[in-house]
């Protein structure tokens, strides 16, 4: 792909949510508009300013074709769901296409950004699709890299089936605001553009979405949905919680009566609004949540009974001659005459068969849930793991149960998210005995990987360093294994280097945790009997216990390093910016794509700075670009950390050349896991001789303080001369 090709299709969001502004009061607007064409706009949405609650919900009315429509920027808006709080819009589709007159791949990229906006992209309703028989292609956010493989080659493609056969589809992270679609010219459609010329890429509402064979044919796809597909978004009225929205009840907008505030689920604070149980329609409007009729509903919930409704609920009661037994009206018996000893003989023997019979129904459905954990358990690879533990002695993994882990984390509670990732959210749990743990529920497993999972969490469990993260057990009888992890207290590396703490790191201290880390890293790639790549290197993946010991975690995409060299994987994902550049091009996960994402936590441990920065200037957004920009103008100590910029400058230099290596494009041309360890400790080695100790100030002895933090995910970088990076922030640079 040609750095000079127009490529990218922007959809331009030239306003922003605009917070700064006077408060005003939260209700619907007298004279505004209710409805664009055949599309509703309740409150907080208005066409235009002086409608809408504030410019993040302001929408134009715009005629297209002679039909009014909606607009959020230049953004279609086709439905607006108040009791969801969802929206949602038609986007653009992403091509790769092979033209034969110019013998040339045409290259339309989408791209979609949310920033400043009350907006981000719905994880539970949408999935990244690929379209295509010979197609790798990205979503790329400032947080994640993800893809998939597509190909026709070899495989039959079934109607409605999306798991790499002429499709392919990947989950869509919690919180993403913008993204670009990205496809790697390394797979295109030159060789086959008779039958197949153009591969897809798009993030979509995966209910508007079935895989049909056509898609592959010429324009079938896009004519489809006339380059346009559905995407559904969430929104917030602002980016606070509920706590803090209620300290100014002037712009607090759940102001009709019978209505609540509820807190985002995402990881950005914001809230919304809901109507109370009992209650529906708009609560952001004075009066907007009625009682709800239940008795004039469809269904009677009464039954044969009388309904009478109130406020909020409803009672229920009998005709006369009826009476209520367990909530359900039956006739009163009008037979006096019948002998007492039958009839009571007869309800008992009823009774007795309804309990029968609800005893069977429970055993039933007990037995179906034990059923569907005993094939989860089977479909994860837990027999053969449960062989592998009788042959190994001394195993100290455990496999939890299901009700072990919902009691642990008090039934996956809210209150106890440590963090949330891309390949899943963290629990602190407490098991029994006071054992403090770290519980990950994973968002998905690849199918590949499901019948060897139990065999490779065995592998994991029995890796022994003090640097990397212990792997105490996991629970395999639920549809997506949940993993179980030593609980470490102290935070992640990222919460260190990039938190407002207001204390210097010592040099010393960030040269330790690099050290170690690099160490472990080490251990994994050569030490172990089965070399383990991790595959999501980076700071916030990287724990501190106490002593600011490193402890490497989060194997959420570590992977037992292929055999063959032939194998390549057919979902890329990973954290935007530390994956590298190599891998996203060959499909093919190294040891040293491990070196590479290490180098840039070398470089965060350097400057401080974060990897990548949307808001940035346009040489600042990719750390790694600056890095190499700085180290070519001999003015590496511009972008150093103040922290450190007075300490020991010869060694600071090795670690940024070191770094300068990990970067390399070609990962042949990195040195090992092993090699960087080697000379970190030689670093590590000098920094403590005495006649270097001197030179340190005495502040460099004091213990650093530190918090306990939530699992954050870093963002992007790469490496100056990489044509991704170099047109990623091209892209970046023109989008806003």
Known sequence: MKPGCSRLLFICLSATWVLATADVPAGQRPGCPAKCGDVTIPFPFG??????????????????????????????VTKISIPSSKVWMMTRMSRQCYLPATRKTNYSDASLTFTNSPFSISEVDNKIIVIGCNAVAYMMSSTYVIGCYSTCKNVTLENGKCSGAGCCQADVPKGIQYYRGYFNENYNT???????????????????????????????????????????????????????????????ACVSSHSACVDSTTNDPGYHCKCSNGYKGNPYIKAGCQDID?????????????????????????????????????????????????VVGASVGLVIIVIVVAFACFIQERRKLQNMKQNYFRQHGGLILFEEMKEKQGVTFKIFSEEELQQATNKFSEQQVLGHGGHGTVYKGLLKGNVEVAVKRCITVNEQHKKEFGKEMLILSQINHKNILKLLGCCLEVEVPMLVYEFVPNGTLFHLIHSNHGRR???????????????????????????ILHGDVKSSNILLDVDYKAKVSDFGASI??????????????????????????????????DVYSFGVVLLELLTGKKPFSLDASDQEKSLSMMFMSAVKENKLQEILDDGIKQDNMEIIDEIAELAKQCLEMCGTNRPSMKEVAEKLDRSRKVMQHPWVQLQQEPEENESLLGQRSAMVNSTVVSAEYFSIEKEAVTSLRSGR
Request: proline letters at 8%; glycine letters at 6%.
């Open 47 to 76: 066409i235009g300013e002086h409608c809408a609650l504030h410019s993040g919900f302001n929408l134009n009315c715009t005629s297209i074709n002679g039909t009014m429509k909606p607009f959020k920027w230049n953004i279609e």
């Open 190 to 252: 030159s060789q086959i553009w008779k039958d197949s010329p153009c591969n897809y890429m798009t993030v979509m509402e995966k209910a508007a979405f079935s895989f049909n064979t056509s898609y592959v044919k010429p324009k079938v796809f896009y004519e489809t949905y006339k380059g346009g597909v559905p995407l559904v978004a969430n929104w917030v009225i602002r980016p606070w919680t509920c706590k803090a929205a209620k300290k100014n009840m002037s712009s607090y």
């Open 294 to 342: 239940e008795c004039h509903e469809k269904a009677n919930p009464c039954g044969p009974g009388i309904c009478k409704n109130t406020q909020g609920k409803y009672s229920c009661s009998c005709h006369p001659g009826n009476y209520m037994a367990n909530g359900v009206c039956v006739p009163i018996p009008k037979s006096p005459h019948f002998p007492a000893v039958p």
């Open 505 to 531: 790191i010592p040099l010393a201290t960030r040269l330790g945790i690099a050290h170690e880390s690099a160490d472990a890293l080490s251990y994994l790639h050569s030490s172990t009997s089965t070399p």
């Open 560 to 593: 037992l390093a292929p055999t063959d060299e032939s194998q390549f994987v057919t979902l890329v994902q990973g954290t935007c910016g530390y994956l590298d550049p190599e891998y996203m091009q060959t499909c093919q996960l190294t040891d040293k794509s």
